[in-house]
C-alpha cells in the first residue's frame, strides 16, 4: 500500500442541473457524458473523503459512507476483508466500519463471528482510536451464536446483551465499541419489508425497553461500549428509548443512531414518521442508511442479463432479500436505469449519490465482493450532490412505482 499522504477535498464533475429549458432532458444530459467521465481527480495526494458527519449528539465524526462487512467470511476470504479495510481506510479515508455478531450472512453458524475475526486480526494493526467501529447485538431468535446459552432463544436481556458484548470484544481484539446497537427489536415488529404490523402478533412477554437500556448505560459505564444505537427499529422505539433517555437520564444513555435500509425501491419507512422521530429537533437520532443498492438490485446487473451472475448474492442464496430481486420491479429499475445513462452515469453511481445527498442520512453503508465493486461505490461519494433536474426525475419514477419493493406476500 502506498505511503502517500492522505489529504481531504471534494473531487466534483459537472453532473448539475441546467437553468436552459429549450431541450429535453435526454439531450441536457447527452451533453455532459464529455464532461467530467473521471470519478476522482488526479493529484499528488490520496483523495479522501471528508470526516464531517457527526453523529447524533456525540464528539464522534465520520464520512458519509460507511464500510459494510457482512460478506467477510462467507463471500470473501480473510485476504480479501483486509484488503477491502485497507483500501477504504486508507485510500478514502474511510473511519466507520459496520460488523454484527451474527455476521457472515447468511446466517450459518459454521460462519458465525467470521465476520469480527477478520477485522479483528486487521484491526490489531492499526491505530484504534482512529477507528469508529460500529457492531450489533441479534435480536430475539433461534439462529445458533457463538458464547450465547445454545439451551435459550437469543433475547435482548441484560444478560445475553453483556455476554454478546463480551464475545464481540474477544473475536475483534478490541478493548471497547465505539457504536453497539440492537440489530433488530426484541419485541415484534414487522421487518423487512414484510406485511403491515398485526395486532395479532404481538408478544406479552418482551424485554422492556428500560432493561435494554439500563443494560447499555451500565456496557458504556464499563468502558466496553462508548454509544448505543438501534437496528431495523421503529419510529414507537425511536421514541421510547428518547422518552427513557430523557426521563431517566441517570440510568439510560440517549440513542444515537438508528441502521435502517434505504434506497430507491425503499422509502416510505424512514421519510414519514422515522424521520421526524430521528430530527434534530426532535431525538436528534443519526440515520445510518443500509442496502443503498438494494443488495444489488441497483447495479442494474439483474435487468438485461439471461441470467442473473453467478457469483451475484441472489444467485448463491436463493430467497436472499427476495424483496429486491422480484419480476414485478423491473420496469422501476429500467426507469432508474434510463435516467442514470442520459445523466452519463451508471445506475450504482446514481443510487448512492441519492441516499448520500438526502439531508436525513448521516452516512451510508456499503459492502462490495469484489475491489472493482468497492471502488465504483466509494468514488461515487466523491461526487457532487445530483442536480435539480436529475432529482425531478426521480422523484417523477418515485410517483410512478412507489416503494415497489414493499409487497404483502414476504
Known sequence: MSTTTTTTIRCYSSFSSSSSSSSSFADKRRRRRRVGSKRRCKTDTISALERNQRVGDTDVKICDVTLGTMTFGNQNSEKEAHEQLNFAVKEFGVNSIDTAEMYAVPADPKTQGKTDEYIGSWLKHQKREEIVLMTKVAGRSQMTLKGRNPNEENRLTAKQMERSVECSLERLKTDFIDVLQL?????????????????????????????????????????????????????????????????????????????????LLQRIAFETDLNEACSPKNHNVSFLAYSPLAGGALTGKYLNAKEPPKNSRFTLFPGYMARFNEPRLKDCLTEYQTLARESGTTLTDLSLRFVRDRDFVCSSIIGATTMPQLKENLEAYTQPPLGEDVNKEIERIYRKYRDPAQTMNV
Not at 192 to 205: A, K, L, M
Not at 233 to 261: D, R, W
Open 183 to 263: 440489530h433488530w427489536p426484541d419485541r415484534y415488529v414487522s421487518l423487512f419489508g414484510g406485511v403491515p404490523y398485526e395486532r395479532t402478533s404481538e408478544r406479552d412477554d418482551d424485554v422492556s425497553f428500560e432493561e435494554q437500556a439500563e443494560c447499555m448505560y451500565r456496557l458504556i459505564k464499563s468502558g466496553k461500549v462508548r454509544y448505543f444505537g438501534t437496528s431495523n427499529e421503529t419510529a414507537f422505539g425511536v421514541c421510547e428509548f428518547g422518552a427513557l433517555a430523557k426521563y431517566k437520564h441517570k440510568s439510560c444513555p440517549k440513542m444515537q443512531t438508528i441502521q435502517n435500509g434505504y434506497n
